[in-house]
């Protein structure tokens, strides 16, 4: 599976942006998807996650209320929208694949894909 993050940028405190991630090479379908970030000399940590078919989502309690994880399957593409951005939320964003449905799954290990990462910098 080959997953493709964009949609990071610069943005002021308070604004809004919206991260995409496009898969290929097996059925999307199939695949529960994720987004984590990493900022500067710090570990990877959990953003949010769909179920295969959109149904359940999850989230870190850092972003809920702010961030919507969403998937379209007819386009192989995973979304995150991120509203109320903090400086807080700069980061190197990735995405990643799942090849289990379990909700559980919010640690980086449990992940099987993952994109390249795209910067998101929230200025205060």
């Known amino acids: 599976v080959q997953l493709q993050a964009s949609g990071g940028g610069l943005v002021q405190a308070g604004g809004s942006l919206r991260l995409s991630c496009a898969a290929s090479?097996?059925?999307?379908?199939?695949?529960?998807m994720g987004w984590f970030r990493q900022a500067p000399g710090k570990e990877r940590d959990f953003v949010a996650r769909i179920s295969w078919r959109g149904g359940t989502t999850s989230y870190a309690n850092s972003v809920k209320g702010r961030f919507t994880i969403s998937r379209d399957n007819a386009k192989n593409t995973v979304y995150l929208q991120m509203n109320s951005l903090k400086p807080e939320d700069t980061a190197v964003y990735y995405c990643a694949a799942d090849r289990t449905n379990a909700v559980a799954n919010t640690a980086p290990s449990d992940y099987d894909y993952w994109g390249q990462g795209t910067l998101v910098t929230v200025s205060s």
């Open positions: 090479g097996r059925t999307f379908s199939s695949l529960a």
